[in-house]
């Protein structure tokens, strides 16, 4: 028995991530005092990287090369086509394949890296930095299309299934296991709620799931989880706003996502005050409006935003084939 494989859960999740990261795209790198200064209540135009209201980044285009890795015939079971994926991303990277405005931009380093190993012929499995120094969040951005894989699906999960699968396609850009757990413990909050359950209780089974199998686990992981002790140990929703970071480290980018899940009670509310945090705003956003997006659907997320988003019908319809039978 697997859960549902609802194409309105994909497209709620993957809107969800496209309207977090093109509110983001206009202030990124701002600090966040500027924020304070001046918030995002809504679509903004131009800014840091000129782009038209609507515009999403790197972040939504390597996860829709993902879901079109997914989507192909038995995408969704066993290993996905890592080599398909690879290509993908070279052409996202250097032919504008899945960009919003035909125009690549807002490239993260190791993710670069990765590309242009693959291109010259390194083996997709093997193309990720994998330094500690090589934990940017540009595995984490792009992971949450893997929760609609029949592994994650399954009832009874299988979690040293679950990590082998999430480690192989974050590897392809982000190969050091401190990524990985980022987008394990991601996809573990991911799957709480596409199950339906509550953005708490979503939080607290994976707390449940994840702690003692780290604790007891064999895998590389089990080093790294001291440094996501604040979304393990349950304290991340007690924290106050100046404990989070919102920089492009992997590390800081789970907790101030769901942190803002946690935190507030609509899929507006939540991407704006991750967008606020100021610094990576286009990722925290597009990581925590991925979530959001599976917490409140598609109607929660405001339909002005919606409107102007680039190439919506193209999402809508990456969504349908995701989980098409």
């Known amino acids: 028995m697997q859960l549902p494989l609802l194409p309105a859960a994909a497209r709620a999740a993957l809107l969800g991530l496209a309207v977090g990261d093109a509110l983001g795209v206009p202030v990124e790198f701002q600090p966040r ?15 840091t990287h000129r782009q038209p209201a609507g515009t999403w980044s790197d972040d939504s285009s390597l996860t829709f090369c993902l879901a079109e890795t997914l989507a192909r015939p038995n995408g969704r079971t066993g290993m996905p086509d890592l080599g398909d994926f690879a290509r993908r991303s070279i052409n996202w ?102 199950a339906g359950n509550s953005i708490g209780a979503a939080y607290e089974q994976m707390r449940q799931l994840a702690g003692p199998w780290l604790k007891n686990g064999s ?26 970071s919102s920089t492009g480290y992997v590390v800081h980018t ?40 599976l917490a409140y659907g598609e109607a929660g997320i405001p339909a002005g935003w919606l409107a102007v988003l680039a190439r919506r019908a193209d999402i809508e319809s990456l969504a349908e084939r995701l989980v098409g039978e």
Not at 33 to 42: F, H
Not at 219 to 227: H, K, L, Q, T, W
Request: with cysteine; net charge negative; proline share 4%.
């Open 93 to 194: 990277l250097y032919h504008e394949y899945w960009t919003a405005t035909n125009q690549t931009f807002d490239v993260g380093n190791a993710t670069r890296i990765a590309i242009d190993r693959m291109q010259r012929g390194t083996a997709p499995s093997a193309a990720g930095p994998r330094s500690e120094s090589d934990n940017g969040n540009g595995a984490l951005m792009r992971i949450l299309p893997l929760v609609f894989h029949d592994t994650w699906q399954a009832e009874n999960l299988n979690l040293d299934a679950a990590w082998a699968l999430t480690e192989a396609v974050a590897s392809v850009t982000h190969g050091h296991p401190r990524s990985t757990l980022g987008c394990f413990l991601y996809l573990l909050v991911a799957r709480g709620l596409l």
């Open 254 to 293: 789970l907790e101030a996502a769901l942190w803002c899940l946690l935190k507030h009670d609509t899929y507006a509310a939540t991407v704006l005050a991750a967008v606020n945090l100021g610094d990576d705003t286009d990722t925290t956003g597009a990581v925590a409006g991925g979530l959001a997006g």
């Open 219 to 244: 895998i590389p992981a089990v080093v790294e989880d001291r440094y996501y002790q604040a979304v393990l140990n349950g304290k991340l929703p007690g924290l106050e706003e100046s404990n989070i």
């Open 33 to 47: 005092q500027a924020r304070v200064l001046d918030p995002v209540t809504g679509m903004r135009a131009y800014g």
